[in-house]
């Protein structure tokens, strides 16, 4: 199930689901119920396998507008904002982190080893981080720059 840290409730029947095996699907931005930092820390410090939790967003998908200024459009970056966020703020492990939005939804969704690694065969799909702040220096998709010295390169459809 995906949306499983917008409530309280749902992520603790979200953690008894884990321990039987299960998938589970946090949800980035979220404010209501648990944020994807404070739903990682919870699971890692309770010791549950995260190599079963993925952590997406609805980036550019419309909700409903909270205030008159919101344009009810989701932030293309929440999704890396709260990643980043969970090494540099909660001081979670990055290399634990990261797999929740690279290997394990590549395994859960059997698409790997196409996606979700770095491996000859592989979409060459790459992020390169700057050390000391975590921002994007480079990031390639197929093989391809998108992004260089933190300045978009291509942009998709949608961007503007």
Known sequence: ???????????????????????????????????????????????????????????????????PADSGVNNIDQLFQDIKACVTENHLDLSAVIKTVTINPAKILKIYPQKGILAPGSDADILVLQENDLSIFRLMAKGQIVVENQNPIKKGRYEN
Request: proline share 3%; glycine share 12%.
């Open 1 to 67: 199930p995906t949306h499983i840290n917008r409530h309280r409730g749902v992520f603790a029947q979200g953690k008894k689901l884990l321990q039987r095996g299960g998938n589970i699907d946090l949800t980035a931005g979220e404010t209501a119920g648990y944020s994807v930092m404070e739903s990682l820390k919870i699971l890692i410090d309770e010791g549950y396998d995260i190599s079963r939790v993925t952590v997406s967003s609805d980036a550019h998908g419309s909700t409903p507008a909270k205030t």
